[in-house]
């Protein structure tokens, strides 16, 4: 199976500033054909169950707020929160969707510091 | 709008079967398939396998074979999860997604508690 390996376990950011989490796979999921890593990133508030935020490595989700950024191909990914609102405190993981099974990072906690 | 709804919460013993519906609305259940991932108590995030909407195909997660069986109802738009021979590792909530690749919506979840 392929292996996404997320950074850091957890991460607590000031009100206001910049948030980045990465995400890696054991393998390439950047599909040649079509130039498109098959990475989504999703965050999980408390209670609820996930929520897609980007696909396709960097494109944003309908109704996902602009500060989210997801960057990054082949095996190297990061989502990007440029100014941290107190309504992002989530989980976040990142999934791949190459190969089967679509493995999950294993989810990074962020918080308010 | 889209909405996944699943059955309620389920409590079973070890060696029993459960079986998780999630009824979808709001968009063509033929054109998308559904994904299903459970989530163990303070745990991640497991994908256990896909069915499609349009014929029934299944692709499960290795780790499942055997033991796992997802069917759909197009009459209802329903999707089925069926798991077998439950162990207390098996406790979790189980989701049900609608999968175009990424997973764009997601059930409410079904809490599915394995104890004797």
């Known amino acids: ?113 | 709008q889209v909405h996944l709804v699943q059955s309620g919460a389920e409590v079973k013993k070890p060696g029993a079967s459960v079986k998780v519906s999630c009824e979808a609305s709001g968009y063509m259940f033929s054109n998308y398939g559904v994904s299903w991932v459970r989530q163990a108590p303070g745990q991640g995030l497991e994908w256990l396998g896909w069915i499609s909407g349009y014929n029934g195909d299944t692709i499960y997660a290795q780790k499942f074979q055997g033991r796992v069986t997802m069917t759909t109802d197009t009459s209802t738009s329903t999707a089925y999860m069926e798991l077998r021979s439950l162990i207390s590792n098996d406790t979790g909530v189980y989701y049900c997604t609608r999968d175009r690749g990424s997973l764009d919506y997601w059930g409410q979840g079904t809490l599915v508690t394995v104890s004797s």
């Open chain 1, 1 to 113: 199976d392929v292996v996404m390996t997320q950074s850091p376990d957890s991460l607590a950011v000031s009100l206001g500033e910049r948030a980045t989490i990465n995400c890696k796979s054991s393998q390439t999921v950047l599909y040649s054909s079509n130039n498109k890593s098959y990475l989504g990133w999703y965050q999980q508030k408390l209670g609820q169950p996930p929520r897609l935020l980007i696909y396709w490595a960097s494109t944003r989700e309908s109704g996902v707020p602009d500060r989210f950024t997801g960057g990054g191909s082949g095996t190297d990914f990061t989502l990007t929160i440029s100014s941290l609102q107190a309504e992002d405190v989530a989980v976040y993981y990142c999934q791949q969707y190459y190969y089967t099974p679509h493995t999950f990072g294993q989810g990074t906690k962020l918080e308010i510091k």
